[in-house]
Nanobody
Framework: VQLQASGGGLVQAGGSLRLSCAVS????????VGWFRQAPGKEREFVAA????????YYADSVKGRFTISRDNAKNTAYLQMNSLRPEDTAVYYC???????????????????WGQGTQVTVSS
C-alpha cells in the first residue's frame, strides 16, 4: 500500500488549503483513512479520520468546524479541506490508512500501519 500526500503550501492566517492523499495498492473504501500532523519538536497528533466503515468522521477538537475530511472512492483519494487556518496549524501533514484499526484507536498514530510521506503546511500570521 502506498499513500501520496500533496497540496501543502504557504498561506496567510484565515486562508484555506486542500490536501490530497492518493492511495494505491488498496481500495480506499475498504478501511480507515486519516490525517495527522507534526509540528517541529512536537509529537505527531491526530487531525481527522474516517473509521473502517467509512460512515463516521472523527476530528480533533482543535480543528472541528474548520477542517473537513472527505474521500472520492472512484479516484481512491482522500482529502482534507482546511479553512480558517491559524498559525498553530503549521506542521507537516501526513495521511494514514489501515484496514484493521478500531474506532477507539483512531487517534493514536501507533495503530496506523500505512503512511504517506507528508506535506508541509505553513500558516503565516
Amino acid at each position: 500500500v502506498q499513500l501520496q500526500a500533496s497540496g501543502g503550501g504557504l498561506v496567510q492566517a484565515g486562508g484555506s488549503l486542500r490536501l490530497s492523499c492518493a492511495v494505491s495498492g488498496r481500495t480506499l473504501s475498504r478501511g480507515a483513512v486519516g490525517w495527522f500532523r507534526q509540528a517541529p519538536g512536537k509529537e505527531r497528533e491526530f487531525v481527522a479520520a474516517f473509521g473502517r466503515t467509512g460512515s463516521n468522521e472523527y476530528y480533533a477538537d482543535s480543528v472541528k468546524g474548520r477542517f473537513t475530511i472527505s474521500r472520492d472512492n472512484a479516484k481512491n483519494t482522500a482529502y482534507l479541506q482546511m479553512n480558517s487556518l491559524r498559525p498553530e496549524d503549521t506542521a507537516v501533514y501526513y495521511c494514514a490508512a489501515s484496514t484493521s484499526i478500531i474506532t477507539s484507536s483512531l487517534r493514536d498514530p501507533r495503530y496506523w500501519n500505512n503512511w504517506g510521506q507528508g506535506t508541509q503546511v505553513t500558516v503565516s500570521s
